[in-house]
């Protein structure tokens, strides 16, 4: 029984080296006058292991993450960015259910709702638990999450701010001919803090459902999201929100990719909400960085709670050759509220280029351009009239050698 159970397992040891350099000047945010752009280093390094048998998928992730230059030379103690990214089991109930256990991505669909966030040197992950189930075509995963910040005697209290108390989601997807369908329904809850009266300390839930479609036709296929929120945000606030995508793709050769779309996402008059009414819409724990322009002025760590937006774009993605391609975006971005009186609800203009060149499967070579043109409406949004130029240079390498597999 020993040795079957040898055979059957499976061992893998992976790594990850990934250094990227970039030049801030109006990354995020417009550029202020009499300040220097930003330039540095990040890297992120990883340690992958995984292990599997006929009962047990077992998966650990290491992982540090620090900017050249952050500790000085010959230092007896390291900032350290060392941390454990990820680090699950999931064990194999049958041939159709499992349970997953541990600290784990979450993605699903085209990572609106929830996605890895890949480009961060840190990534996402949470602490949860789901039940998966899959049979055939049809996919269904339940799954909760308790987040506290210590093991403490009495109370519940989360006093950690960055994250959210409770969640509890579900997420069911079907595959057929021509069309992939997932509806998603996300029951968030933040911890809420009266810091004159503890007793006035509770969690306020928010609920977000809605889908994702994908349709394939020759060579067009349609995306669409389709998203609503409702419930309460952490200022107790009653939330009625909306996320509306369109996406065509266009593939006229193998070697080149059209692709148009919209994404609106409903925000407050003015920027915040009043009387008691919030409709700005919150993408939660989604890959951000991948929607609405590579320069992060739009729910990646800011923008939350503000005007929303209406982003309409247009992409194209060409293979140079059997090593390399280009790809090119066009964002125009406007606000679906008011932002103040006599303001234009136009934010602004960004084009983005990207070029991946693979050298081996192990290494590959990324850089990219983006530059913003501001309108009077971000102006506004960011309450800066400078006028001066935004833009983002960035370099990465990516090695990822596999160090064993049996």
């Known amino acids: 029984m020993f040795l079957i159970h040898c055979v059957n397992a499976q061992f893998t040891v992976d790594t990850e080296l990934r250094p990227r350099f970039e030049y801030r000047h109006g990354f995020k945010t417009l550029f202020p006058d009499e300040t220097d752009p930003a330039a540095f280093v990040s890297q992120r390094t990883r340690l992958n292991l995984g292990y599997a048998n006929e009962k047990l998928n077992f998966y650990l992730s290491l992982q540090d993450v620090r900017v050249w230059g952050d500790v000085p030379q010959l230092n007896i103690a390291d900032n350290s960015g060392l941390s454990i990214h990820q680090a699950w089991g999931e064990i194999l109930l049958n041939k159709d259910f499992s349970l997953k256990l541990g600290r784990q991505e979450i993605l699903y669909d085209d990572h609106r709702i929830f996605g890895n966030v890949g480009w961060a040197q840190q990534a996402r992950s949470h602490d949860a638990a789901l039940i998966k189930f899959s049979h055939e075509k049809f996919r269904?995963?339940?799954?909760?999450?308790?987040?506290?910040?210590?093991?403490?005697?009495?109370?519940?209290?989360?006093?950690?701010?960055?994250?959210?108390?409770?969640?509890?989601?579900?997420?069911?997807?079907?595959?057929?001919?021509?069309?992939?369908?997932?509806?998603?329904?996300?029951?968030?809850?933040?911890?809420?803090?009266?810091?004159?009266?503890?007793?006035?300390?509770?969690?306020?839930?928010?609920?977000?459902?809605?889908?994702?479609?994908?349709?394939?036709?020759?060579?067009?296929d349609f995306m669409s999201n389709l998203y609503y929120q409702l419930g309460k945000d952490v200022a107790n606030n009653d939330i009625n929100a909306y996320l509306l995508a369109l996406e065509a793709n266009?593939?006229?050769?193998?070697?080149?990719?059209?692709?148009?779309?919209?994404?609106?996402?409903?925000?407050?008059?003015?920027?915040?909400?009043?009387?008691?009414?919030?409709?700005?819409?919150?993408?939660?724990?989604?890959?951000?960085?991948?929607?609405?322009?590579?320069?992060?002025?739009?729910?990646v760590g800011n923008h939350n709670q503000n005007v929303g937006l209406w982003d309409v774009y247009f992409k194209t993605i060409l293979a140079v050759d059997q090593h390399s391609n280009v790809t090119m975006a066009l964002h125009n971005f406007s606000s679906p509220s008011e932002i103040a009186p006599n303001v234009s609800n136009q934010l602004g203009v960004e084009a983005d280029f990207s070029y991946v060149y693979t050298m081996d499967k192990n290494i590959s070579l990324s850089g990219g351009y983006s530059h913003l043109f501001a309108a009077e409406g971000m102006e506004y949004i960011k309450n800066n009239f400078d006028g001066n130029t935004n833009n983002w240079l960035w370099v990465m390498v990516t090695i990822t050698p596999i160090l064993y597999n049996n």
């Open 140 to 220: 269904f995963d339940l799954g909760v999450a308790f987040n506290q910040d210590a093991e403490n005697l009495t109370g519940t209290t989360l006093r950690n701010t960055r994250t959210y108390k409770s969640m509890q989601y579900a997420w069911l997807h079907k595959d057929f001919k021509d069309l992939q369908a997932s509806f998603l329904v996300l029951n968030n809850g933040m911890q809420f803090i009266d810091n004159t009266n503890s007793e006035n300390n509770e969690t306020r839930y928010s609920q977000t459902l809605g889908g994702h479609l994908k349709y394939s036709f020759g060579k067009i």
């Open 250 to 299: 266009y593939e006229s050769s193998p070697t080149l990719k059209f692709t148009l779309g919209t994404e609106l996402l409903s925000g407050n008059n003015g920027g915040a909400p009043e009387n008691g009414k919030n409709d700005a819409f919150t993408p939660f724990y989604g890959t951000n960085h991948k929607f609405n322009g590579l320069m992060d002025y739009f729910y």
